[in-house]
């Protein structure tokens, strides 16, 4: 489990950088895909839910130290999306296509329906997504469209992110 999380957590890192610098600037009204939670998203679907919440908060630290963010809302956020998609872990076979597509698109409504949610508990502190802008529905549109890619992509490094994978 702690090879899965520590590779989980680098690939994100990795994303993390790549979405701060590189893909901000194929930015569609500010919003990009968010490569980080497609890797939660399959890490945890592949590992369950402890591992999906452990790389998920290691992860959303990292994140947390690379964004303005407040310390620990990234944190918070990819913690409670590890644990709800290892939850799904063999209830739903893997197809190519859809499925990713499905869970990332879920990923995506999820992670903004808790930044809205804590947006209403700590109004100043958290930004939650314009609702007069289309920034959602742009990075969910990217995060859809992106993810059987990303999951083709990670599958080949399945030996380092699943555990039980030779």
């Not at 989980?8 to 610098?21: C, D, G, M, W």
């Not at 999306?81 to 799904?88: C, D, I, L, Q």
């Amino acid at each position: 489990m702690i090879k899965n999380v520590l590779w989980t957590t680098l690939f994100a890192l990795a994303a993390a950088i790549l979405q701060s610098s590189l893909f901000m600037r194929l930015a569609v009204y500010q919003a990009g895909p968010d490569i980080a939670l497609v890797i939660l998203v399959f890490s945890a679907y592949y590992n369950g839910s402890m591992t999906g919440q452990t790389a998920g908060f290691l992860s959303g630290i990292l994140l947390d130290f690379l964004s303005a963010a407040p310390l620990g809302l990234n944190a918070l956020i990819r913690t409670i999306t590890g644990a709800v998609f290892g939850v799904v872990r063999g209830f739903l076979i893997l197809d190519a296509v859809f499925l990713p597509m499905l869970l990332c698109a879920i990923g995506t409504l999820f992670k903004a329906l808790l930044l809205l949610l804590l947006h209403v508990l700590f109004s100043e502190e958290v930004r939650a997504y314009p609702l007069a802008e289309p920034t959602l529905m742009v990075e969910l549109a990217f995060n859809t469209l992106l993810a059987p890619f990303l999951f083709a992509f990670l599958n080949r490094f399945k030996s380092l992110l699943v555990k039980g994978e030779k």
